[in-house]
């Protein structure tokens, strides 16, 4: 039990901003001042600022692609010591893609205690599961692949949409999963003939009629329909290409009628023919994302440096790969999805980069809704998610952004919109964008806020005259009402929980899927879906009602 007294808070989601108030906390949560004994614990945060704990919407930290990545960047790895700040704990490795204690050090020494991993296929789940319990502190939610799953896509063929969404509830549940996860809807599977999906209505490579578009709405309805507490999570097709901006409006509109979440957006707002015309389309991509309220997205903003892309879009990253001559993995992961890696460096002079660099900050001065855009780095394609304050820097003073511009080439500032926007973020639209929005996105409704109730996830920062890098090192961090990092140190290590959704599925489905699984898997059914005593801390989300 402890209270944080005269701090000044920011918790929008109940809307305060900026009130000096106290906040007691019992049993993990935050509780009512009448519910707290005297002589409780006291953290004086007096000139400082409280918020809620960071929750990241969209990460990639566990499972085969990550340690694929791991393997695939041993020099990488070995720049440890710099992201580590002497930790003598069981400290990993740090590098663009840590270790698992490395990835809870540093998003709890941020200020950051859940985490959305957004790309996990079926058969590698259980090792994503491992991985995800290996993260000390933060708390996890995770993502199936599901756009480019051949029992599903030979259901759509079919026409049997609903034995498709009982299928795709049962593998939800086979993968211990909080949601749906799709990317390159079609054009991963039709990668496995060298071919891609590059427009939203042409049946896709091996399919008479499945569509791009048809995938994309049914799985929004699936989601809807089986009650998920996250819309499906959409990696639009097209990702990377100069002119995306266009199939990014049309998706928008594939979509009307549905909730759904658009993943990394900056990179599907590009304009242009080709990679010597790529220019910002940031202000169309806006206006349309902002009309369609239904619609929730996160930044997936670009820093200049060094990153590793890693993504189920295994055209996409061929296509990387064959531009720049990185280094290059692929994976295919049997009738589900697929996964391509490849080491990148974001560099100022580099004109592609430039504009990358300028549209995810572009979307997120554009999108004036800060409920509906979340602050991401795609980590760690975009860049580290410990780089999250250089970002939030930008946000909050212009001048700072405008002396950033300066730096570009002049033939990539004539191509984009930021040295036109003057908007600064106040520390409630910083607030809203790195937890509240994000919390209110995954149906987390425990998190992303301090009111009665609120699980007590607590970011504590010190105010500085310059707002610079004020996330780099909260004061204090409380996880589940411990206190996890003090004077900016990691000083106790607790265990995050995972959130799963259990839809409501007709158990027949699973004789359905056995014989097909049993003729094209390499694997043996039984050892197909996660047991439950593999998550070490689950909470389990019932959801949907029981199919007819
Ligand atoms: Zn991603």
Aim: proline letters at 5%; aromatic letters at 8%.
């Amino acid at each position: 039990m402890l209270r944080i007294i005269g701090g000044t808070v920011y918790d929008p989601a109940n809307g305060i901003d900026g009130v000096v108030k106290d906040l007691c906390i019992a049993d993990g949560r935050i509780v009512a001042e009448a519910a707290l004994p005297a002589g409780a614990r006291t953290i004086d945060a007096s000139g400082m600022v409280v918020m809620p704990g960071g929750v990241d919407v969209h990460t990639h930290v566990a499972g085969g692609a990550l340690n694929f990545a791991r393997g695939l960047v041993p020099e990488n790895q070995r720049a440890a010591r710099k992201f580590l700040h002497g930790l003598d704990r069981r400290a990993g490795l740090g590098g663009m893609t840590p270790t698992t204690f490395a990835t809870g050090y540093l998003y709890a020494g941020m200020g950051w205690t859940t985490v959305n991993e957004a790309a996990v296929p079926i058969l590698s789940a259980r090792h994503t599961h491992e991985e995800l319990h290996d993260i000390p502190i933060v708390d996890k939610t995770s993502l199936v692949l599901m756009a480019n799953n051949e029992f599903v896509l030979d259901l759509l063929e079919a026409g049997e949409i609903e034995r498709a969404r009982q299928v795709v509830a049962w593998l939800v549940w086979a993968a211990k999963a909080y949601g749906l996860k799709a990317v390159n809807p079609g054009g991963v599977e039709a990668w496995k003939w060298g071919k891609n999906a590059n427009t939203l209505h042409a049946p896709i490579e091996g399919y008479n009629t499945v569509t791009p578009a048809q995938i994309i709405a049914s799985l929004a309805g699936m989601a809807d329909d089986l009650g998920l507490p996250h819309p499906v999570h959409l990696h639009c097709n097209n990702l990377g290409v100069p002119g995306n901006f266009a199939t990014t409006i049309e998706t928008m509109s594939v979509l009307q009628g549905h909730r759904a979440h658009l993943a990394h957006l900056q990179f599907h707002a590009y304009g242009g023919d080709d990679w010597s015309t790529m220019r910002s389309e940031s202000a169309r991509v806006a206006e349309a994302f902002s009309a369609q309220k239904n619609l929730t997205t996160d930044a997936g903003a670009v820093l200049f440096g060094d990153a590793v892309t890693i993504t189920a879009d295994g055209p996409w990253q061929h296509l990387l790969y064959q531009l720049t001559g990185r280094k290059w993995g692929n994976l295919d992961v049997e009738n589900e999805t697929g996964c391509g890696i490849v080491p990148y460096v974001y560099k100022d002079r580099n004109l592609v980069n430039a504009v990358q660099w300028a549209v995810g900050l572009e979307l997120l001065l554009l999108i004036d809704d800060p409920w509906r855009i979340f602050l991401t780095t795609d980590h760690p394609n975009g860049g580290g998610f410990w780089r999250y304050p250089e970002i939030i820097h930008m946000l909050m003073n212009a001048e700072f952004r405008k002396e950033q511009v300066q730096k570009l080439p002049e033939k990539a500032r004539g191509r984009i919109l930021l040295p036109d926007l003057d908007r600064e973020y106040t520390l409630s639209e910083i607030a809203i964008i790195t937890s509240a929005g994000p919390a209110r996105s995954l149906g987390l409704a425990e998190k992303g806020h301090l009111g009665v109730g609120a699980h007590a996830d607590v970011a504590i920062y010190p105010i500085k005259p310059d707002h610079g890098l004020l996330f780099s090192y909260p004061r204090y961090v409380l996880k589940g009402g411990a206190i996890v990092v003090e004077e900016g140190d990691v000083r106790n290590v607790v265990d995050g929980r995972e959130f799963i959704v259990h839809p409501a599925c007709d158990d027949a489905i699973e004789e359905y899927i056995r014989p097909l699984f049993e003729k094209v898997y390499t694997m043996s059914f039984a050892n197909y879906p996660v047991e439950m005593e593999r998550l070490r801390h689950p909470e389990v989300i019932a959801c949907g009602s029981t199919s007819a």
